[in-house]
Antibody, heavy 123, light 108 residues
């Protein structure tokens, strides 16, 4: 079955860059029928979709307006994974971060989730 | 503020039926998907599309849509259904995703 395994530091200093990786097993980052997403959750913001990457003959990205100037999501076809980079973090970026898959077969729904990574922004 | 409106909390007696609603203009164009989240765990998809359940989700969970309101119904609630439930749709641009604030379901 499809599984997503997240990795990355749980503590980031203010103004630095948050970096997380999501390793995919049981599916391909280059699949034409899925998108690969990052979502975060905090008490103040609830569940917040951050952005996605996907392949449809070429690579595409979409980002949430709230983070568009600071976010990059990149696929890694060699390692079959995708990553999140969020620059210039502040205390407000403290949250649990999830990677998640959207499958065409699941009607545009997040059908597979990573285990979540608590990222704390603190000096 | 979220483009999707959910009641913060609802309670249901064991074995009874509860309906959780989510309001948003996007539902006139898109179906909701619904997620169950228990403390310390990642959300789990329970309903997608018109009314489809992923493998392993009990048939006591069902979904519907009317106008600008999407609903998740639990028929014969069990103790293990106590959780937070989130709806999801697209935003007004249609290019991004948004979630409701979540409804905490308590099974009495």
């Amino acid at each position: 079955q499809v599984q997503l395994q997240q990795s990355g530091p749980g503590l980031v200093k203010p103004s630095r860059t948050l970096s997380l990786t999501c390793a995919i097993s049981g599916d391909s980052v280059s699949s034409n029928s899925v998108t690969w997403n990052w979502i975060r959750q905090s008490p103040s913001r609830g569940l917040e979709w951050l952005g996605r990457t996907y392949y449809r003959s070429k690579w595409y990205n979409d980002y949430a307006p709230s983070v568009e100037s600071r976010i990059t999501i990149n696929p890694d076809t060699f390692k079959n994974q995708f990553s999140l980079q969020l620059t210039s973090v502040t205390l407000d970026d403290t949250a649990v971060y999830y990677c998640a898959r959207i499958s065409v077969a699941a009607d545009d729904s997040f059908d597979i989730w990573g285990q979540g990574t608590l990222v704390t922004v603190s000096s | 503020s979220s483009e999707l409106t959910q009641d913060p909390a609802v309670s249901v007696a064991l074995g009874q039926t509860v309906r959780i609603t989510c309001q948003g203009e996007s539902f006139r164009s898109y179906y909701a998907s619904w997620y169950q989240q228990k403390p310390g765990q990642a959300p789990v998809l329970v309903i997608h599309g018109k009314n489809s359940r992923p493998s392993g989700i009990p048939d006591r969970f069902s979904g519907s849509r009317s106008g600008n309101t999407a609903s998740l119904t639990i028929t014969g609630a069990q103790a293990e259904d106590e959780a937070d439930y989130y709806c999801k749709s697209r935003d007004s641009s249609g290019n991004h995703y948004v979630f409701g604030i979540g409804t905490k379901v308590t099974v009495l």
